[in-house]
């Protein structure tokens, strides 16, 4: 009965192994390219509030006007950090099964080989690059005229917590992609 186990779970193990090497089939391919790198830190307004009514949310513009502030610049270049990709860069996704595959950043003449993921009928991408696992909102750009898509990571969570005392409402690196 062991051995019948055991057989199956090494088995199991070979199939898997044999559908993650580079013979595996790719059955489809895309290609995006990296046309904009951009890096949002909106900090909550530090002036004293009115207390009657609700506290109107900051817009991204109060969170631009910001850019003064040194720990808004930190964690800007820190956002643009999280990912070896940049403006020019391009993704090339491999499926190698229905929702899964192969991700390669091309960037000049380096290529840095990933993993992505996507939930059929989602509109979230999972990137994994090496021990670096984050996860992409896609959407429309909001500017109309700028065609493709855009990946937004959001961090939001880990910088309010790294950084309690700063008021963060939004932390987030944006990707424009076509």
Known sequence: MRKTIYGLLTGLLCLTAAACTEDSDIF?????HITRVEAK???ADSKPEPKPGPKPEPSAA???TQGDNPLVAQIREE????SPAVEGDTYTFSFMVYNAGILLLQSGEQTTEGRFTKVPGSDEI???FGEEYHIAQVTSPV???TPGELYTFDFTKEYQQLYPDAKIVEAK????VE
């Open 126 to 128: 999972g990137f994994l």
């Open 28 to 32: 489809y391919t895309t290609t995006r």
């Open 143 to 145: 500017d109309e005229q």
């Open 79 to 82: 956002l643009l950090a999280k």
């Open 62 to 64: 109060e969170g631009e």
């Open 41 to 43: 830190v909106t900090l």
């Open 173 to 176: 690196r944006l990707e424009y």
